[in-house]
Every structure is written in structure tokens, then in C-alpha cells.
């Protein structure tokens, strides 16, 4: 019978990965091994403080009450008090613009 693998087998590493990858880390960084790992832990800690500092800001935004809106106007309340909106009229000028001369051919 064909057995049906799942994400999880496929993500996971088994024994023999773990044991190879190890063995490459021992190889590659020997000595330095418990710094890199220091170092590494204090990366994966920084990483996960400013994910709970975004996770707060977001929540925070989400609980803030909206700024309330701005007070309406107040309208007559009866229809005689109030007045159509008119148009403003044109008020022509009381001197008509001067007319200036047509320019003089020069001859030359």
C-alpha cells in the first residue's frame, strides 16, 4: 500500500538531516561554535521582541476609537427663514476700457 506523505513529513528534517547538518556547523565554524550560537539566540530574541512590539502597535490601532467628527451646521429650522441661494450679479465697469492707437508701420 502506497502511503500518503504529508507537508509536515516533508518539511521536517529526520535523524540522518539533523546528524549532517551538524556535522557541516562543527566543520564550518569549530571553535566558534557556542558564539555563533550566542549570537544566533540573541538575533532569534531581538526578531521576536519587535514581532510582539508590531503585534501591539497593530492592536493598539485597532482598538483606538476613530476622532470624533466634526460638530454640523446649523441650518434654519423654518422654511421662512430660509433664503434661496442667489446668483451674484455682473456689475459692468463705470469707465469703458481705453482703446489703445494701432501700432505705426515704420518704415526703414
Known sequence: MISVLTVAQFSLPGG???????????????????????????????????MQGLEQELRSAINETPPPSPPRTQRPENEEDRQPPVAPKFIPPATPPEETPPPSKVAG
Do not use: C, D, W, Y
Open 16 to 50: 540522518t538531516e539533523m546528524l549532517i547538518v551538524l556535522i557541516v556547523a562543527l566543520l564550518l565554524f569549530g571553535n566558534r561554535l557556542p558564539q555563533v550560537a550566542r549570537s544566533l539566540g540573541k538575533s532569534l530574541n531581538e526578531f521576536r521582541k519587535g
